[in-house]
């Protein structure tokens, strides 16, 4: 279902609109809602991206490393150097950050110019 929908904002508000049904089996709830957050990420659509994981959250949605990385791709695409931050913070509080998480939220740093938090982060990053 998901899939098949072209965007992103489509695809979140269909995968509302189902949840409000109850129609999602609970071991594919996380993977359609990564399926929607992938589509928020491509288009870097990061604020989006960021509604869609209040939701999860506020609907108890298990979030996973998928969730989490995809959400700070987002935010790095447009530059949200703080909110990819942010993210990453949460996701290590939550599920334990990965290697592709750090690099995303240190590739969004850099463009933005912001080097001190570059090598703050660096220096935390789990080898």
């Known amino acids: 279902l998901i899939q098949s929908i ?20 609970g071991g594919t709830q996380t993977l ?25 959250r506020t609907w108890r949605i298990a979030c996973d490393q998928v969730t989490y990385q995809t959400v700070i ?15 990453l913070q949460e996701m290590t509080r939550e599920v334990g950050p990965t290697t592709r998480a750090y690099n995303s939220v240190l590739h969004a740093c850099s463009m933005a110019g912001q080097w001190q938090v570059v090598a703050a982060l660096f220096e935390r990053m789990p080898s």
């Open 6 to 25: 072209p965007s992103g904002p489509v695809a979140v508000e269909v995968l509302r609109w189902v949840h409000t049904q109850g129609a999602l089996p």
């Open 32 to 56: 359609m809602w990564n399926m929607a957050l992938g589509k928020c990420a491509k288009a870097g659509e990061w604020q989006r991206a960021m509604s869609v994981l209040r939701e999860m």
């Open 73 to 87: 791709h987002a935010c790095g695409k447009r530059k949200q150097w703080q909110h990819a931050r942010q993210v």
